[in-house]
């Protein structure tokens, strides 16, 4: 669940927060690394659990009656955190125990349909892949505004560079100024620009497994694909062939893949014998990836239902995720991609976008009148970030829902298919457990007709159930009970 490095990380915090149990038992052994004082007032962890979690040996409380809930204290009591000498720091203020006091933090809902971008706590999340020299952090530097340095990964240096770029959307923003919100909170995507494929060597012979932990929660892959010439940075081989690299990284995602399920399939053998069901059910999943993997096939190929990707979730499979082909093109090469990527990019349900990431960043400083002028001599819809959030909107096949009022305006990205009920668990799981009903009004009625009052006095506010299925641009105010 969590990696040693990622226990460095935590080492400096004084208060950790783990949402499910079986994260609490994976916390506690890695942590209790650090050295302890005897000092009961060390360092905290909490989490929101139910009941039969209050009486476990990793809590201080007493035990509650079952249904309640309340914050777990106490895991790896009698430790504080690290200082970057190894010694322990000073004690962390006590922790606030005022009446009635709880986290608010419930784990996610059930999976979505899709389930690609199911969690209602992050942003999307999009892995960007490709082969050396093809421009992938020249690419990220445009999406993020980041000035990352676009040498040292094709030198084979190991890492990943993160990014959150705000999604523009006009509609969020006329929202604000209709109803005077004092907050915009737009939908966000965080990039990751990997030096390498995970499970695939590189120029070293090596394998990139330490690049896995960065996609396993990966909403998206971008994959991009070299379409340029350049004396400072040749092609390897000298070949530039956008559409044979697209094979390349897909082979390689795949590998990727393969390896996991042949190593898990035995495991699952041994259990399935136990009887239960659930991992019956796992076996035969993977039994079925593996066939479809060794068929050089995306496991997206096989339309799997929510319950079942589910049940493979934690493993994390690059061929599962959405995915984005992005043709890097240059000067010389022209803005439709090859009739033959254009082909295989369809085979794939991949979404495909066309950037010239270098002219692009090179002009991103330029006054907005002459980036327009711009876009259009070069035959341009628009800035190539709007262009590749798009991409990756149909990637998954995102829709985006709004909730406003004076208090916030806020755009809201689903999965395509999202029932209402649904949609109010991604504002918050209350909601959900909650719901009565929705006021919905199309988000292009609500502009014409001036606001919510006029939309009810003309009778455009609909009263929707929990089945309804949310639309693009709908607005929604949810009725619950709670």
């Not at 390897?236 to 042949?262: C, F, K, N």
Request: glycine share 10%.
């Amino acid at each position: 669940l969590l990696s040693l490095q990622s226990i460095d990380h935590l080492r400096d915090h004084e208060t950790l927060l783990v949402h499910r149990e079986r994260g609490f038992d994976a916390v506690r052994p890695m942590v209790n690394h650090a050295p302890r004082d005897g000092n009961p007032a060390g360092r905290r962890c909490l989490g929101v659990g139910a009941g039969d979690m209050g009486s476990s040996p990793h809590s201080l409380a007493p035990p509650l009656k079952p249904g309640r809930r309340r914050p777990i204290i106490g895991m790896a009591a009698g430790m504080r955190p690290l200082r970057p000498d190894g010694g322990p720091s000073s004690p962390p203020s006590p922790i606030c125990r005022r009446p009635g006091f709880s986290f608010p933090f419930e784990p996610s809902p059930p999976p979505r349909p899709h389930l690609l971008f199911s969690s209602p706590e992050k942003a999307m999340k999009v892995g960007i892949l490709g082969l050396p020299t093809c421009g992938k952090s020249t690419l990220f530097n445009l999406l993020t505004g980041s000035r990352v340095e676009t040498t040292t990964f094709s030198g084979g240096k190991r890492g990943a560079n993160l990014g959150t770029v705000k999604v523009p959307d006009e509609r969020l923003y006329r929202l604000t100024a209709m109803h005077h919100s004092k907050k915009t909170t737009p939908a966000e995507i965080v990039f990751v620009d990997l030096a390498g494929i995970p499970g695939a060597p590189d120029r070293t012979g090596e394998r990139a497994e330490d690049l896995l932990p960065h996609l396993r929660d990966a909403d998206a892959l971008a994959l991009v694909l070299r379409d340029f010439d350049s004396e400072q940075a040749p092609a390897p081989g000298g070949r530039v062939d956008p559409a044979a690299d697209l094979e390349e990284i897909r082979t390689d995602l795949i590998i990727s893949d393969l390896a996991i399920v042949e190593r898990k399939l035995p495991f699952l053998e041994k259990e399935k014998r136990s009887g239960e069901r659930a991992k019956t059910r796992e076996w035969e999943l993977l039994s079925r990836a593996k066939e479809c993997l060794e068929g050089e096939r995306r496991l997206a190929s096989l339309g799997l239902e929510p319950e079942d990707l589910r049940l493979l979730g934690g493993y994390g499979f690059l061929t599962l995720k959405g995915l984005v082909v992005c043709r890097n093109f240059g000067e010389n090469r022209g803005v439709e991609p090859p009739a033959p990527l254009a082909a295989r990019a369809e085979q794939l349900g991949a979404a495909l976008v066309s950037i010239n990431a270098l002219l692009e960043e090179e002009v991103r400083e330029l006054p907005e009148e002459e980036r327009e002028e711009f876009y259009r001599t070069y035959g341009l819809e628009g800035h190539g970030r709007s262009r590749f959030i798009q991409a990756a909107y149909r990637s998954l096949d995102l829709i985006t829902f709004f909730t406003t009022g004076e208090t916030e305006s806020h755009a809201w990205p689903i999965s395509r298919g999202t029932t209402a009920v649904r949609a109010a668990g991604k504002i918050h799981t209350d909601l959900e457990r909650g719901f009565i009903r929705a006021e919905v009004i199309p988000i292009d009625v609500l502009f014409e007709l001036g606001g919510e009052k006029q939309a009810r006095e003309k009778g455009k506010m609909r009263l929707e159930g929990k089945e309804y299925v949310v639309q693009d641009g709908d607005v929604i105010l949810v009725r619950f009970a709670g």
